[in-house]
């Protein structure tokens, strides 16, 4: 793997001897190499603390599920405020428009992309983890959040039920062809008894555009799944997609970690060694 030491970045950076991989796409905005975050409700403070050490490294926050309805107004809107201020984009979870259309139907829809592009959103995610969309549903929704000025992230995949890398590559079909500006693979489709799924993965790395396709890690919030089983998922994704290989779902505790598995740094070491002294 080559790497460079005279980005911007390394520049800055103390220990400038170890070379970070030529793959990775240092400086933002990053078209590629995306690295998303869930935010459940980090304090202004820490917010603000977190972008001030890893601010660098993140380009996308997603405002978890419902959360939106949990906080006041003001304190919303400077939550936006703060992620813009220091270049991430921030969006709604797929479950808001998932929760309005289960309850209320498709008229409910329109209300709530309004609502978000008063507060600040430019983005929403449009999902169907517990209500399943056919495809005439999921590309209608899309492209209703788009007529009202949002830009759409179609995930694919539930977490309820499996799906056949056939089907998810369909969905991701349909989802650009509605004008989805990236698509995200719900993480509970790849993995299976505690193990990521290496046929489906590989199946769709063959069958989609990596560039515009992020990768959720699963959550340690799911039942069963240990801190190791995700830390493995997110090694698998590095190796086989390479450092700027879109990941999200990331907890914002992680994300300098993340960083730190992308250029190589991580707790896994180099499997090949160039220098191996008199015994090598």
């Known amino acids: 793997m080559k790497t460079r030491k005279s980005t911007k970045q390394a520049a800055r950076s103390a220990f400038p001897m170890f070379g970070v991989p030529g793959e990775r796409t240092m400086r933002k905005p990053r078209k590629s190499g995306l690295t998303m975050i869930v935010d459940w409700g980090v304090p202004a403070g820490q917010q603000k603390d977190l972008l001030a050490m890893s601010g660098d490294y993140l380009d996308l926050a997603k405002i978890a599920v419902v959360s939106v309805r949990v906080y006041a107004e003001a304190q919303l809107k400077r939550k936006i405020r703060i992620y813009k201020d ?38 929403v995610e449009i999902s169907d983890n517990y209500v399943a969309l056919d495809r005439d549903e999921r590309m209608r929704q899309i492209e209703l959040a788009r007529k009202h000025g949002l830009a759409v992230y179609g995930e694919i995949g539930s977490k309820h039920s499996r799906n056949e890398a056939a089907d998810l590559i369909a969905q991701a079909r349909d989802c650009f062809d509605a004008g989805s500006e990236l698509v995200i693979v719900e993480a509970a489709e790849m993995f299976d008894s505690g193990k990521p799924k290496r046929d489906l993965i590989d199946s769709l790395r063959a069958g989609i555009d990596a560039r515009r396709t992020m990768f959720e890690l699963i959550g340690p919030w799911i039942s069963g799944v240990s801190s190791s089983a995700v830390q493995d998922l997110k090694k698998l994704l590095i190796r086989e997609f390479g450092p700027d290989v879109n990941l999200g779902n990331i907890m914002p505790e992680d994300l300098f970690e993340t960083e730190m598995s992308r250029q190589g740094f991580g707790v896994v070491q180099p499997t090949k060694l160039r220098w191996r002294g008199r015994n090598g």
């Open 86 to 123: 220091h270049g991430v984009r921030c969006f709604i979870g797929g479950g808001a428009a998932e929760r309005l259309y289960a309850l209320d139907g498709p008229s409910a829809l329109p209300a709530y992309f309004r609502e978000a592009r008063r507060v600040g959103f430019d983005i």
